[in-house]
């Protein structure tokens, strides 16, 4: 079998479906994807800073408690009276105070020196036994003699030769007021480089001069240049917590610091922008691939959509291509389909078959009134012939008495062979007459058959544009549900902010806040999954507002087809009704045909007691010559009057056959 060719011209109706189709399914998803990409990128940067926020405050709140925790043991060492007493002279065995010194550095595990100095800023005490020296010129000393405790910036020692921290307290005399001297330990950067590595993926601290302290990335050895950031956002701005966009890579880092209040140094925590917006353009990916993929399902829907719609379609201009050339065909395919293309091909097919039923019945009855005015024009003619021997007949009997007996006999013959013949004409104009109504019956039911086609036309328009109000109501519900799901992702937007918020006060909580951290962190989860669960409902509502787009798409087209449809159906009726027409004045005319035969009857009968009367009454041969003159005249132009008729009749009788020719 022959593989049928699928056109798809640009003209042709499945072409415009499928392409229409196809465009309401790429529009909208290319927006969505642009509108995804643009907010899951802005979403990413979003949630990227307030995790940096997060991690800075974080990383700050631990470091906190390093030089609390260092500064506390020393503001405890210096409170104490045995080193209150040591400074005054009161004590002089200095064990004891080593001793102590000794025992908060094995509580930190460390190795660091502590030094005990007097208000001269001389050393008086050292953990180490190291030299004793004078600090009176150092800024850490200075500033923890006027009496509050003091962290140093960076600085490289020139005995160790170590880049170290110095956290120095004052040492107040018994009143608490006077400061008779300062104890100050030195604290170790790598310890802050360890605890940026463990936490963050990129970190540093700075002093209060803005010089690096420490990297999560890399130690910082004495030999470095230092490094200073003067001319940073976190040095120029007076604000405590901030976030900028940092170059100085050649590459965008986001940026969240805040400052320690307690000593001035800043914790800053980062992150490459590329790195935070990877997830979102993977994301863009897969919608991107999962919308090629829908886009090859909605082509294959609309293929077989559009072949669903056009084959009937097809088959009916088939039908009605056929019936403009005057073929009746009837459709054989998609009978038993059950919606409104079934119904139409029904209806169509049964116009088809009651328009040849009745076509058949004209071409009988016009030929049998073709053959009946052929015979009426002969018989017109053979009267014609007789009234004209009637006429010598009586111009004989002027002429010559001798002769009026066979005259009148032949006269008498040829008024019954008129009889005859003006009888034929009268039976066969009957049956003119009975067939032309039968023809203005058929012709009638026909009318009636094409106007119930056209008035179902018009309901299954109503019925289509019904189903497409629906379907609009149907997207405006989608729409109110789509309204819902972003109040939803509103929500649960807001329930992740408020549970990120709640983990960053549960870590300034310290080890009390771990199990509402714990919890924040659940409630996260929870709140992302609804966000999730809120767009998968968000895409599914997307899909099925396209597809009643689509519906109600072809509901238009289907109406605007029935509409044509109708306008051929009232072009159908039109020229059935004027075929109407025709046959009442056919059917007019045979009655007076049969209303002239009528007269030619009783005009005959006439002759006929004239000629009776000739032959009786001889004497009367002059007058009753007269009358059959005058007779004979009347009779001959009734005889031309339906000669004339009969011409008529068989002009409009070869006329409806020529008409009729043009159905096969």
Not at 525 to 541: F, R, T, Y
Request: glycine share 4%; aromatic share 6%; hydrophobic share 40%.
């Amino acid at each position: 079998m022959k593989k049928k060719k699928i056109n798809f011209s640009k003209n042709s109706v499945k072409t415009k479906l499928i392409a229409l189709m196809l465009l309401i399914a790429i529009i909208p998803l290319t927006v969505a994807v642009s509108i995804s990409y643009v907010t899951s990128t802005n979403s990413a940067k979003e949630v990227a800073k307030q995790n940096l926020d997060w991690q800075a405050k974080y990383i700050e709140s631990e470091i906190d408690k390093m030089f609390t925790k260092s500064q506390t043991a020393l503001s405890s060492f210096a409170s104490s009276p045995q080193t209150i007493a040591f400074l005054k002279g009161e004590i002089t065995d200095p064990s004891v105070i080593k001793d102590q010194m000794i025992d908060i550095n094995e509580s930190f595990g460390d190795d660091n020196t502590i030094v005990m100095s007097n208000i001269e800023g001389m050393m008086v005490l050292r953990s180490d036994n190291g030299e004793y020296k004078s600090i009176a010129e150092r800024d850490y000393f200075k500033n923890a003699a006027t009496g509050k405790p003091y962290i140093s910036t960076i600085f490289v020692s020139s005995v160790t030769n170590t880049r170290n921290i110095c956290i120095a307290v004052p040492v107040f005399d018994t009143d608490d007021k006077t400061v008779i001297g300062v104890v100050h330990k030195t604290f170790n950067p790598d310890d802050i480089h360890v605890l940026l590595a463990e936490e963050a993926e990129e970190a540093f601290l700075v002093d209060q001069e803005a010089t690096l302290v420490a990297h999560s990335d890399y130690e910082i050895l004495a030999t470095d240049e230092p490094q200073v950031f003067a001319s940073s956002p976190y040095m120029t701005s007076n604000e405590e917590t901030g976030f900028y966009i940092s170059n100085a890579k050649g590459y965008p880092v986001y940026v969240s610091y805040v400052k320690n209040p307690a000593s001035g140094y800043t914790v800053c925590a980062g992150k490459a922008e590329s790195e935070i917006i990877s997830e979102a353009r993977k994301g863009a990916r897969i919608i991107i691939l999962v919308g090629i993929a829908m886009i090859i399902a909605v082509l294959v829907l609309a293929f077989f959509i559009a072949e669903s719609f056009t084959k009937p379609m097809f088959e009916v201009n088939k039908l009605l291509s056929a019936l403009a050339n005057g073929e009746f065909i009837e459709i054989n395919k998609y009978k038993n389909r059950n919606d409104e293309f079934g119904q139409m091909i029904s209806d169509s097919n049964a116009v088809v078959a009651k328009l040849k039923s009745i076509v058949e019945n004209i071409k009988e009855s016009s030929n049998t009134v073709n053959t009946s005015s052929e015979e009426l024009s002969e018989m017109a003619n053979q009267i014609a012939s007789t009234t004209e021997n009637v006429a010598e007949a009586v111009q004989e009997i002027a002429t010559g008495a001798s002769e009026q007996a066979k005259e009148v006999q032949d006269s008498v013959e040829n008024a019954g062979l008129i009889t005859e013949a003006i009888e034929g004409v009268q039976n066969s104009t009957n049956d003119l007459s009975n067939l032309a109504t039968r023809m203005k019956q058929a012709s009638e039911s026909s009318s009636e058959s094409l106007t119930n086609f056209h008035n179902t036309s018009e309901v299954m328009a109503n019925m289509i544009i019904e189903i497409s109000k629906k379907i609009s109501a149907t997207q405006n519900a989608v729409s109110d549900i789509n309204e819902r799901v972003e109040g939803i992702s509103g929500i649960a937007a807001q329930t992740n902010l408020l549970s990120l918020n709640a983990t960053i006060e549960a870590a300034r909580a310290g080890d009390a806040g771990k199990g509402f951290a714990v919890v924040a962190e659940e409630i996260r989860k929870l709140a992302d999954d609804s966000e999730s669960l809120a767009k998968e409902i968000h895409e599914v509502m997307e899909t099925l507002l396209t597809e009643s787009q689509s519906a109600v798409k072809a509901a238009n087209e289907i109406i605007e087809d029935n509409k044509a449809q109708q306008a051929a159906l009232e072009s159908t009726i039109s020229s059935v009704n004027g075929m109407i027409c025709d046959i009442e004045k056919t059917v007019e005319r045979v009655e007076k045909i049969s209303n002239e035969t009528d007269t030619c009857v009783a005009s005959n009968k006439n002759v006929s007691h004239s000629m009776s009367s000739l032959s009786a009454i001889s004497e009367e041969n002059a007058a009753a010559t007269e009358t059959t003159g005058a007779s004979v005249e009347e009779l001959s132009a009734t005889v031309t009057t339906l000669a004339e008729s009969a011409t008529s009749l068989k002009t409009i009788a070869e006329k409806l056959n020529e008409e009729i020719e043009f159905f096969k």
